[in-house]
């Protein structure tokens, strides 16, 4: 492995070769709290905007910034180490659903910004914070037909990904983020071309980010829903070079736990992340899903004993409760060690 040069997100490894670094929670979860209306959601400037926008929260940066600043606040104060940026399905592909594929690099700019700030009021010598640009999936699959009578159809193509995953990572870095997170992937051929637009687009800056891939296991078969094994998918990414390679969403720790060890085994050198659900959803429960943030705690504190973890936080159902209580079970053991070399290769510029 040919040594990389990071331009930004650089102390980040070697923080990672100290301890196990913790990244924050849900973001969909906490603005559930704020019961924000469709006012709210469309604020002065979209008002006469002509598609329902309630539940697009990643519209939020420009019409309640104040909503997202507080969440992301909350999660440094409980610990975490990276914040996402609010910008899961803020590429023009998702935003088109909402007719405001137009605004989708002011929004990642916005978004990015929101954390940079709330990172650079939390940061110290002792615990630098660090901002993740966060690349989503998009609503749309490159490699599965959306008509059950038409296997070859598809609803959008590798090169419309990859110009929309290239917008957003651009306004991402405009932003003024750390590092790239490309996430919650159900179909490797998006995360290729997510991928490829983040290669180009350092090559085109001279900037070079560090990358965390982090994959999703949808059932019980432990594949990911484009038909890939979590080893299968290691092996289609790898050529990224990532910081770290992970799983995260649709299961809770219980039923992930044996898929982050294949991973952590088919990975091998690499660092790994693991950010699960807490548990399974429970609509009764006031986070929608089963785990208080003790029993979190403690199931990833198993993760952590039994050596899977360099990156661990939460998603779906997680808050910043369950954040802390994870920081806190994880803190008495090392990082998962990779190899001899792994974190030689990741220098500064």
């Known amino acids: 492995m040919n040594a990389i040069h990071y331009t930004r997100g650089a102390a980040l490894p070697a923080i990672m070769q100290k301890r196990i670094v913790i990244l924050d929670g849900a973001m969909g979860t906490m603005v559930q709290r704020y019961k924000l209306t469709e006012a709210d959601f469309r604020g002065e400037r979209f008002a006469a905007h002509g598609k329902d926008l309630k539940g697009n929260n990643d519209l939020l940066p420009l019409t309640k ?40 690099y002011e929004m990642n700019v916005a978004a990015a910004r929101l954390a940079r700030e709330a990172c650079d009021k939390y940061s110290t010598l002792d615990k630098p914070r660090f901002a993740a640009g966060a690349l989503g999936p998009t609503p749309r699959t490159a490699s599965i037909s959306p008509d059950v009578n038409d296997p070859g159809a598809r609803n959008v193509d590798f090169d419309t990904l990859r110009a929309a995953y290239y917008e957003q990572g651009k306004a991402l870095l405009d932003g003024g983020v750390d590092l790239f997170l490309v996430e919650t992937i159900f179909d490797t051929l998006n995360a290729k071309a997510a991928i490829f637009a983040l290669d180009e687009l350092m090559e085109d800056t001279g900037e070079r980010l560090p990358v965390i891939i982090s994959g999703t296991v949808t059932d019980a078969s432990g594949r990911i829903l484009s038909g890939q094994t979590v080893t299968a998918f290691w092996h289609s990414v790898r050529h990224a070079k990532p910081l770290a390679i992970g799983l995260n969403c649709a299961l809770g720790a219980t039923l992930m736990r044996p898929y982050i060890e294949e991973l952590a085994k088919a990975a091998g050198a690499t660092a790994i992340s693991c950010y699960p659900n807490a548990g399974l959803p429970n609509p009764m429960s006031d986070t929608g899903f089963d785990e208080t943030p003790d029993v979190t705690g403690r199931l990833m504190e198993d993760f952590a004993k039994s050596g899977f973890l360099n990156i661990v936080g939460g998603c779906c159902g997680t808050t910043p409760a369950h954040i802390a209580a994870i920081a806190q079970q994880v803190s008495a053991y090392k990082p998962r060690v990779c190899g001899d070399k792994f974190f030689s290769n990741l220098v500064s510029a």
Do not use: K, W
């Open 65 to 104: 910034p104040e909503v997202v600043r507080e969440i992301h606040e909350q999660y440094l104060a409980a610990g975490a180490d990276i914040i996402e940026t609010n910008t899961f399905g803020t590429t023009s592909v998702a935003q088109e659903d909402y007719g405001l594929q137009d605004y989708a």
